[in-house]
């Protein structure tokens, strides 16, 4: 069992920058793929950007260019850089855990293991 945990959410100004962070229990082949997702309420849980064991990442178009994803392995740590954000990135930022096939796309049922989440606020 793979356990998430999400910080780093805050208020910013339109044009400001966050970096979110998620600290996993463990790394295992359940974390093969690591993603963050976004949602608003009313509306479905989108992909943002995703990254595999071996390094390789995918960024959702929304947010290509300004959003960075990244890991530290040794310190089981999931990072995403966020730029130059807009009000339209305000949402509740999940960290996904999956088996590497969850890295196929953007359908969140692949993933196995969620975070409870941080809000990030854009004005």
């Known amino acids: 069992h793979v356990q998430l945990v999400e910080s780093g959410g805050d208020s910013v100004q339109a044009g400001g920058s966050l970096r979110l962070q998620c600290v996993a229990s463990v790394y295992t082949v359940d974390t093969d793929c690591m993603a963050w997702y976004r949602q608003t309420p009313g509306d479905t849980r989108r992909g943002v950007a995703s990254?595999?064991?071996?390094?390789?990442?995918r960024i959702a178009d929304s947010v290509k260019g300004r959003f960075t994803i990244s890991q530290d392995k040794y310190e089981n740590t999931l990072y995403l850089l966020m730029n130059s954000l807009h009000p339209d990135d305000t949402a509740m930022y999940y960290c996904?855990?999956?088996?590497?096939?969850?890295?196929?796309?953007?359908?969140?049922?692949?993933?196995?293991?969620w975070g409870q989440g941080t809000q990030v606020t854009v004005s």
């Open positions: 990254i595999e064991t071996d390094g390789s990442t």
């Open positions: 996904a855990a999956g088996p590497r096939a969850a890295c196929g796309g953007w359908w969140d049922g692949g993933f196995e293991y």
